[in-house]
């Protein structure tokens, strides 16, 4: 998988995180903050294999104005 840089936060300073790539797979791989929240975490089913992820709103937005 080949991924490309789309956008990081305002807010990561100077590291990459939250960011978001675009993947030669048509597909988008993002980068987050883990939840660990119990609330938020209930009102999901997630997988064993699978995990969320929390991203500003400013890194989603990069995909609404490129796509």
């Not at 840089?5 to 993002?30: A, M």
């Not at 939840?35 to 609404?64: G, N, Y």
Request: some cysteine; charged content about 25%.
């Amino acid at each position: 998988m080949q991924l490309t840089f789309i956008r990081k936060t305002v807010l990561s300073g100077d590291t990459n995180c939250p960011s978001l790539y675009r993947t030669d797979r048509d597909t988008f791989v993002v980068q987050g903050w883990r939840v660990t929240d119990p609330q938020a975490l209930s009102q999901l089913d997630i997988p064993e294999h699978e995990t969320v992820v929390e991203v500003p709103s400013d890194v989603l937005a990069e995909i609404a104005r490129n796509l």
